[in-house]
């Protein structure tokens, strides 16, 4: 089992820019995929993106072009960098975790993330 932690969630004006970042630690963590999936007010949980251990991405239709997701394998690290935020990106943001064999994922306890008008 993966343990994730979370940080550098909070408020942002739109149009501006936030950096999540995500410890993991764990005997499989540097060879999971890692990623973040976000939950707004009333919405679904839904994907943002997620990153494999050897730098193959993949972003949410809703972000592409303006979140940039990244890692350390070194350090067990995942970042999302958020830029051109809008006010619908608000919502709580889940780092994740799991093994490229399996689609169970590790979560984090989550982050809020509240973007202004």
């Known amino acids: 089992q993966v343990q994730l932690v979370e940080s550098g969630g909070g408020l942002a004006q739109a149009g501006g820019s936030l950096r999540l970042s995500c410890a993991a630690s764990g005997s499989l963590a540097r060879i999971n995929i890692m990623g973040w999936y976000r939950q707004g007010p009333g919405n679904e949980r839904e994907l943002v993106a997620t990153i494999s251990s050897g730098g193959l991405r993949n972003y949410g239709d809703s972000v592409k072009g303006r979140f940039t997701i990244s890692r350390d394998v070194a350090k067990s690290t995942v970042y999302l960098q958020m830029d051109s935020l809008k006010p619908e990106d608000t919502g709580v943001y889940y780092c994740?975790?799991?093994?490229?064999?399996?689609?169970?994922?590790?979560w984090g306890p989550g982050t809020q993330v509240t973007v202004s008008s």
């Open positions: 994740t975790s799991r093994p490229p064999w399996s689609s169970d994922n590790s």
